[in-house]
């Protein structure tokens, strides 16, 4: 069965760093992987998805990289602002299904 | 923009319940899934559907079951409602390509009590 960890479980940082968020999986055989953010009691809003061939995806301040082989996923946020603080979430797709195996998050606090 | 709806943000029933949660989207996916989220838990999927009256279960479908009767909306029922069953609940909704699956699009959750 396929296992997703993000590490850290939570991380603060001032306001200008640059940050990055890890992902792992167990199972090298994904179908994509899609990075999500969560604030406090609301849904996700995805940020990123990278294709199983591709490496990596951009989005203004993101930059999501993809090592299949090794099973590892990274969020790269630049220029970190308080606006970003909330959970990251990493979801790696079921390459016998349709659906996401998700990792339990990341909970950033950017200070002002 | 995709836009997927819930039928309500907040929801509080008592044991034994029929619960009908609703999900709906609006941009013509063959895809909706059901997954439900509780603190140190993550999000687990419950059922997904990839055409319309088809369904499959996920990983936790015990005392759930769904309905998708239209494209655009898939339903989550509770029998009999439990207080195990109080958490968020997640929809969401993809498109299948040729090039393959794409992104998966969440709603805004329902969060259920059940009392």
């Known amino acids: 069965k396929q296992e997703v960890t993000q590490i850290p479980a939570a991380l603060s940082v001032p306001e200008g760093e640059n940050l990055v968020l890890n992902c792992s999986f167990t199972d090298s055989a994904i179908y994509n992987l899609q990075w999500f953010r969560q604030d406090p009691g609301k849904g996700l809003t995805s940020l990123l998805l990278i294709q199983s061939s591709q490496r990596e995806q951009t989005s203004g301040r993101l930059n999501a990289s993809l090592d299949k082989s090794s099973g590892r996923s990274t969020l790269y946020i630049a220029a970190s602002q308080p606006g970003d603080s909330a959970t990251y979430l990493c979801a790696v797709g079921r390459n016998s299904g349709y659906a996401l195996n998700f990792g339990k998050g990341t909970s950033l606090l950017v200070t002002p | 923009d995709v836009k997927v709806t819930q039928s309500s943000r907040y929801l509080v029933k008592r044991t034994g319940e029929k619960v009908f949660l609703e999900c709906v989207q609006d941009m013509d996916h063959e895809n909706m899934f059901w997954y439900r989220q509780d603190p140190g838990l993550g999000l687990r999927l419950i059922y997904f559907?990839?055409?319309?009256?088809?369904?499959e279960k996920g990983d936790i479908p015990e005392g759930y079951s769904v309905s998708r009767e239209k494209k655009e909306r898939f339903s989550l029922i509770l029998e009999s409602a439990s207080t195990n069953q109080t958490s968020m609940y997640l929809c969401a909704s993809s498109l299948t390509g040729t090039s393959g699956f794409y992104e998966q699009y969440f709603g805004p959750g329902t969060r259920l009590t059940v009392t």
């Open positions: 559907s990839y055409d319309v009256k088809m369904k």
